[in-house]
């Protein structure tokens, strides 16, 4: 039993490895066109692994944070407040800074302040979520045009042959045509799931910072 069970593995191992040569193989005999459709996949990995940590800090405000702030607004300590903020590095702080910083101003310049720091930060949750998107949209057609320019080939080697056209001969041809026509999908689809991805988690940020001014606007009103 361990005799066989060892034959088995290695079977497996041998398997695995040609498996891994020929994906190898196919890729390289999708042609240039494979070239930016790999380096595409490589950009949309980097941006959608950065933009979730980038998310996921924007994300970590503790519920106690907005608790403590009313506690010292309402006690009249400003400083405190500001205080408060500056030990957190979140969109959602840096807003509510923003309007502590301007009590005693008029509700409307407050809720102004309170506004353009939100702006500010979500062009910096959206950065390079257009680039995703973009990647998602231009990396089938770059397949297409690898399909393309494969078929093309084929169509000049069949012209150039005399006689009987050799199914070896018209290889290089479709491998490109099919090869660069899977990859640029598989690109453009895993693209466009990460991009929707990412802005549905960028909205539930954006809700979140509405939730925490709004909440902080009433504050100012309550009476005193």
């Known amino acids: 039993m361990m005799l066989l069970q060892i034959v088995t593995d290695t079977a497996v191992a041998e398997v695995t490895a040609d498996q891994a040569v020929s994906v190898w193989e196919l890729a390289k005999e999708g042609g240039l066109m494979m070239i930016p459709i790999v380096l595409s996949s490589f950009i949309a990995i980097y941006i959608f692994v950065e ?28 400083n405190g407040a500001k205080m408060v903020c500056a030990q957190f590095d979140s969109p959602i702080a840096r807003m509510i800074e923003k309007g502590v910083s301007r009590i005693g101003s008029p509700l409307k310049n407050i809720e102004a302040s309170i506004e353009n ?99 902080f606007i009433d504050l100012l009103q309550e009476p005193k």
């Open 117 to 215: 720091v939100a702006k500010i930060e979500l062009f910096k949750l959206e950065k390079n979520l257009s680039i995703v998107a973009t990647i998602s949209g231009a990396a089938p057609m770059m397949g297409f045009l690898g399909t393309v320019i494969g078929m093309v080939q084929a169509f000049i080697a069949i012209a150039q042959e005399e006689g009987s056209v050799s199914p070896k001969l018209l290889s290089s041809g479709i491998y490109t045509a099919m090869v660069t026509t899977v990859a640029g999908l598989i690109v453009g689809i895993v693209a466009y799931l990460g991009y929707n991805y990412l802005v549905t988690r960028v909205s539930k940020v954006v809700h979140k910072m509405e939730y925490s001014s709004i909440d």
């Open 51 to 78: 933009r979730m940590l980038t998310i996921n800090k924007a994300n970590t405000s503790p519920d106690a944070f907005m608790s403590k702030i009313k506690e010292l607004v309402l006690k009249g300590d400003i």
